[in-house]
């Protein structure tokens, strides 16, 4: 028997379930609301979000598609779908739904910028890693083809699984996190192996002059084992300890709040204590946005002045890490 509800009654509904946490039921309130009136982007936003919690992220997408079709300057619409996007390995993607998501909020002044905030410097950190990947990818054959096997037995592990069953996303979120682990210890491997050590140098040393001696020919008889290259009577000998590469991040509170790039100027609100770039800053202002963008309270260009602590840790970083430059 058809409900003899409205769709809002049944979003209505849905919202109770939700608070309950019967996520089950307000998704099926929601969806009911749904086919009454498919053209309310907030329906569609509300079962998203349910979908969210259970970690059915390509439900979520499809939601979500459908949110910012119907509402382009809705701030939960592309939050949730960047949240997602991101949980699915797409950080690219994900960076940019979030930004757009940061920006509307901003202009709407939405008390959700803080949950972005919290999110969205790490769809930045995966999206240097992911292009990280491709660099290495590009002057290294050798991971290239390892980095394609881990691919490959991810996808078929993938495939092999029956989408119609309860654990379906389960299984999933836990193949995607192997492939992360691997890709990150051959990354490792990788930018160890592009650093010599004194355990391998003997080695290349006793190479080089081979093969200067011999035209460049280098014989089965000139290739040593490193041990025995090394003198191992002499004192102190120690086989050295590989240590796993540090990972290319920046660390968050070097980031500008606004743009989430490295901070060159950084100011202080001295009514928040949040520090920002002082030129995306006022570019927030001259945009009539009398407001800190985080926290949210009135604030001008008078209640600003230089961070000079994090200036300097700022520069102290990008002297020891040029590839932050392009962070």
């Given at each position: 028997?058809?409900?003899?509800?409205?769709?809002?009654?049944?979003?209505?509904?849905?919202?109770?379930?939700?608070?309950v946490?019967?996520?089950?039921?307000?998704?099926?309130?929601?969806?009911?609301?749904?086919v009454?009136?498919?053209?309310?982007?907030?329906?569609?936003?509300?079962?998203?979000?349910?979908?969210?919690?259970?970690?059915?992220?390509?439900n979520?997408?499809?939601?979500?598609?459908?949110?910012?079709?119907?509402?382009?300057?809705?701030v939960?619409?592309?939050?949730?779908?960047?949240k997602?996007?991101?949980?699915?390995g797409?950080p690219?993607?994900?960076?940019?739904?979030?930004?757009?998501?940061y920006?509307?909020a901003?202009?709407?002044?939405?008390?959700?910028?803080?949950?972005?905030?919290?999110?969205i410097?790490?769809?930045?950190?995966?999206?240097?890693?992911?292009?990280?990947?491709?660099?290495?990818?590009?002057?290294?054959?050798?991971?290239?083809?390892?980095?394609?096997?881990?691919?490959q037995?991810?996808?078929?592990?993938?495939d092999?699984?029956?989408?119609?069953?309860?654990?379906?996303?389960?299984?999933?979120?836990?193949l995607?996190?192997?492939?992360?682990?691997?890709?990150?210890?051959?990354?490792?491997?990788?930018?160890?192996?592009?650093?010599?050590?004194?355990?391998?140098?003997?080695?290349?040393?006793?190479?080089?002059?081979?093969?200067?001696?011999?035209?460049?020919?280098?014989?089965?008889?000139?290739?040593?084992?490193?041990?025995?290259?090394?003198?191992?009577?002499?004192?102190?000998?120690?086989?050295?300890?590989?240590?796993?590469?540090?990972?290319?991040?920046?660390?968050?509170?070097?980031?500008?709040?606004?743009?989430?790039?490295?901070?060159?100027?950084?100011?202080?609100?001295?009514?928040?204590?949040?520090?920002?770039?002082?030129?995306t800053?006022?570019?927030?202002?001259?945009?009539?946005?009398?407001?800190?963008?985080?926290?949210?309270?009135?604030?001008t260009?008078?209640?600003?002045?230089?961070?000079?602590?994090?200036?300097?840790?700022?520069?102290?970083?990008?002297?020891?890490?040029?590839?932050?430059?392009?962070?």
């Amino acid at each position: 028997m058809a409900s003899t509800m409205t769709a809002e009654q049944h979003k209505l509904r849905g919202n109770e379930f939700f608070k309950v946490k019967d996520l089950d039921q307000a998704i099926h309130e929601y969806s009911t609301a749904i086919v009454k009136d498919p053209k309310v982007a907030v329906y569609y936003q509300n079962r998203a979000n349910c979908y969210l919690k259970l970690e059915k992220y390509t439900n979520v997408v499809s939601d979500c598609e459908r949110v910012v079709e119907l509402d382009k300057k809705s701030v939960k619409g592309y939050y949730f779908m960047g949240k997602a996007q991101l949980e699915l390995g797409q950080p690219s993607e994900a960076y940019s739904l979030l930004k757009k998501s940061y920006e509307l909020a901003l202009e709407q002044r939405s008390a959700f910028t803080k949950d972005i905030v919290a999110i969205i410097a790490e769809a930045k950190k995966q999206r240097w890693i992911e292009q990280e990947r491709r660099r290495i990818a590009q002057v290294s054959e050798t991971y290239r083809y390892l980095s394609g096997l881990i691919e490959q037995d991810i996808q078929r592990q993938v495939d092999a699984l029956d989408r119609d069953s309860f654990d379906y996303q389960n299984y999933l979120t836990d193949l995607r996190s192997d492939k992360e682990e691997r890709l990150k210890e051959l990354e490792a491997m990788s930018q160890r192996a592009g650093i010599p050590d004194d355990y391998v140098r003997p080695y290349i040393e006793h190479k080089k002059s081979t093969t200067n001696s011999n035209n460049g020919v280098i014989s089965p008889e000139a290739s040593p084992d490193p041990i025995s290259a090394m003198d191992i009577n002499q004192e102190p000998y120690k086989k050295p300890i590989l240590v796993p590469a540090a990972p290319r991040e920046v660390p968050d509170h070097l980031l500008d709040k606004i743009t989430f790039e490295l901070m060159h100027d950084p100011v202080i609100s001295i009514k928040s204590g949040i520090s920002y770039e002082r030129n995306t800053l006022l570019q927030h202002f001259s945009y009539g946005r009398m407001f800190d963008p985080v926290a949210q309270v009135p604030m001008t260009e008078r209640d600003i002045i230089p961070n000079r602590a994090l200036k300097e840790a700022c520069e102290d970083y990008l002297t020891k890490n040029g590839w932050a430059v392009d962070y």
